[in-house]
């Protein structure tokens, strides 16, 4: 019986150097996505589009779709990203982020469970910005929320699933040449991914509940 891996947010940036890079190794790939792009039509991975990952209909219809095949690795990357300061608030968004980024992959993973079996993996994507400790800048106030929520949310994952020897990985894959950061960033997505599947790789039940950067420094909280 084939086990697959599932991506969110695969339609482009990091999501679909993930497709790629799970189809080059010979995986049967999920894509979930809101709208397909040409480039992840142009790959042999089976996708699954229309799926708002905030909205509970789009959440049941992915968990519909995959029916009851076994995931062997679930990937939390779909996000948004927006600059709040002082000077320029708005709740909105910040209210938004938090769904999108730490409410909708809690709610993916929980509507998946089943779909999970002993040995499976779950890897958020977050970022360093959501480390309290790291913070020596300020702004970003729904991003940093937002990701620092998802962490914790990670950490209790890691725990409540450990007896299922279901392994969980925190991951921020560095500053990545993405559109949601306008194409700016240190590294391309397929850099990022590199990095990236060397810790899920590494992933396992004693080091389940990490906070690692892609280069594989543990962050702080």
Same mark, same amino acid.
């Given at each position: 019986?084939?086990?697959?891996?599932?991506?969110?947010?695969?339609?482009?940036? &990091?999501?679909?150097?993930?497709?790629?890079?799970?189809?080059?190794?010979? =995986? %049967?790939?999920?894509?979930?996505?809101?709208?397909?792009?040409?480039?992840?039509?142009?790959?042999?991975?089976?996708?699954?589009? /229309?799926?708002?990952?905030?909205?509970?209909?789009?959440?049941? +219809?992915? $968990? $519909?779709? *995959? /029916?009851?095949? =076994?995931?062997?690795?679930?990937?939390?990357? +779909?996000?948004?990203? !927006?600059?709040?300061?002082?000077?320029? #608030? %708005?709740?909105?968004?910040?209210? =938004?982020?938090?769904?999108?980024?730490?409410?909708?992959?809690?709610?993916?993973? !929980?509507?998946?469970?089943?779909?999970?079996?002993?040995?499976?993996?779950?890897?958020? &994507?977050?970022?360093? #910005?959501?480390?309290?400790?790291?913070?020596?800048?300020? !702004?970003?106030?729904?991003?940093? #929320?937002?990701?620092? +929520?998802?962490?914790?949310?990670?950490?209790?994952?890691?725990? %409540? *699933?450990?007896?299922?020897? &279901?392994?969980? +990985?925190?991951? !921020?894959?560095?500053?990545?040449?993405?559109? #949601?950061?306008?194409?700016?960033?240190?590294?391309?997505?397929?850099? $990022?991914?590199?990095?990236?599947?060397?810790?899920?790789?590494?992933?396992?039940?004693?080091?389940?509940?990490?906070?690692?950067?892609?280069?594989?420094?543990?962050?702080?909280?």
């Amino acid at each position: 019986m084939s086990e697959y891996v599932v991506i969110t947010g695969a339609n482009r940036g &990091i999501g679909l150097a993930f497709t790629r890079y799970y189809l080059a190794q010979g =995986k %049967d790939v999920i894509a979930v996505c809101r709208r397909a792009s040409e480039e992840l039509l142009a790959t042999t991975a089976e996708v699954i589009e /229309d799926i708002d990952v905030t909205n509970e209909v789009g959440v049941v +219809a992915l $968990a $519909a779709a *995959l /029916d009851d095949r =076994k995931i062997s690795l679930l990937i939390n990357n +779909a996000g948004i990203f !927006h600059n709040e300061t002082l000077a320029d #608030m %708005d709740f909105t968004q910040i209210q =938004k982020q938090i769904e999108v980024n730490a409410i909708a992959p809690l709610k993916i993973t !929980h509507a998946l469970l089943d779909n999970l079996t002993t040995g499976s993996k779950v890897a958020l &994507i977050t970022s360093r #910005m959501g480390s309290i400790s790291d913070n020596g800048s300020g !702004h970003y106030y729904g991003y940093r #929320m937002s990701k620092a +929520a998802l962490n914790a949310a990670g950490k209790s994952l890691a725990v %409540d *699933l450990s007896g299922q020897s &279901i392994s969980v +990985a925190i991951l !921020h894959p560095g500053f990545v040449q993405t559109d #949601m950061v306008g194409g700016a960033g240190d590294v391309t997505p397929e850099q $990022a991914v590199e990095g990236l599947t060397a810790r899920i790789s590494e992933l396992n039940s004693d080091n389940s509940g990490t906070f690692w950067h892609a280069n594989g420094d543990v962050l702080p909280w």
